[in-house]
């Protein structure tokens, strides 16, 4: 059982639709980070959230950090090709020793 | 080219055969991961280290050995190489324990017939 359930778990949109990528978990996390992983790469970061119901934006790229810390989300608007890849959740827990627990993931696909 | 390095880049072995994995970077980093990533799975911590001579257990330890003499090495050794072993490896440096940018490196493809 995963820690951190991302959904959904696939996504193939057409350009220019928007979509939300949901991470839920029963546990409180003390951040939250989002990053994006290409093929043949490692992932790469996007963003952290800290605050219970803080909001950061990356140009098309919303994130929320939901006020109980237990989820966030992810929302894309007017997706764009350059957008596939996939998105991958990651918590930090103190009593981790602030270790990365990640989510399985969402492959998104962004057809032009 | 300052970074996070893995090599090989690929690797196939076979069962019952050692294979060490290697990670290197440039930025002095305190802390480097190893994770293996998996469909369905995510990325699962492997094995992690707080600075040199210090490792500790991740999720998924069993069959793998670390070491790190030197800060900017972090090997991984996969000492009897088994078909469940085939993954992607992906090590990842930070430089403390709080919220900041863990950078991964580009990852080693590993199958094990």
């Known amino acids: 059982t995963q820690l951190l359930e991302q959904s959904p778990q696939f996504l193939s949109i057409q350009e220019g639709e928007n979509l939300t990528v949901y991470c839920n978990s029963s546990?409180?996390?003390?951040?939250l980070q989002w990053y994006r992983q290409e093929p043949g790469e490692g992932p790469v970061l996007l963003v952290t959230v800290v605050t219970g119901g803080e909001v950061k934006k990356l140009k098309r790229l919303t994130f929320q950090f939901g006020d109980a810390r237990k989820d966030s989300s992810l929302h894309i608007t007017a997706a764009q090709p350059g957008d596939t890849g996939l998105y991958l959740c990651a918590g930090a827990k103190p009593e981790y020793g602030n270790k990365l627990v990640f989510g399985a993931g969402t492959i998104l696909r962004v057809k032009s | 080219d300052a970074g996070i390095t893995q090599s090989p880049r690929y690797k196939i072995t076979e069962t019952g055969r050692q294979v060490t994995l290697m990670c290197h970077q440039t930025?002095?980093?305190?802390?480097m991961f190893w994770y293996r990533q998996d469909l369905g799975h995510g990325l699962r911590l492997i094995y992690y280290?707080?600075?040199?001579?210090?490792?500790d257990k991740g999720e998924v330890p069993d069959g793998y050995v670390v070491s790190r003499s030197k800060t900017e090495n972090f090997p991984l050794t996969l000492e009897s190489a088994t078909r469940s072993q085939t993954s992607v490896y992906f090590c990842?440096?930070?430089?403390?324990?709080?919220?900041?940018?863990?950078?991964f490196g580009p990852g080693t493809r590993l199958l094990v017939l």
């Open positions: 990842a440096s930070r430089q403390g324990a709080g919220i900041e940018t863990q950078y």
């Open positions: 280290s707080a600075a040199a001579d210090i490792t």
């Open positions: 930025w002095s980093h305190s802390y």
């Open positions: 546990s409180v996390f003390s951040s």
